[in-house]
């Protein structure tokens, strides 16, 4: 695996999982269970219809 700070590299790739702003609490206890090495927290914003 190229190291993440390579032109190669994919710093994606080392998140497992991924979970809403909601789901903050769960990731940080998968990751203290060792059941997730390191969770993302995605943001979606809300689109108003035109």
């Not at 695996?1 to 702003?21: E, I, K, Y």
């Not at 269970?33 to 979606?44: D, F, N, Q, S, Y």
């Amino acid at each position: 695996m190229p190291p993440t700070w390579s032109p190669n590299g994919d710093p994606g790739a080392v998140f497992d999982r991924s979970v809403g702003l909601d789901g903050v609490p769960e990731g940080y206890r998968a990751m203290d269970a060792r059941t997730a090495l390191k969770v993302r927290i995605t943001l979606c914003r809300a689109v108003s219809p035109v």
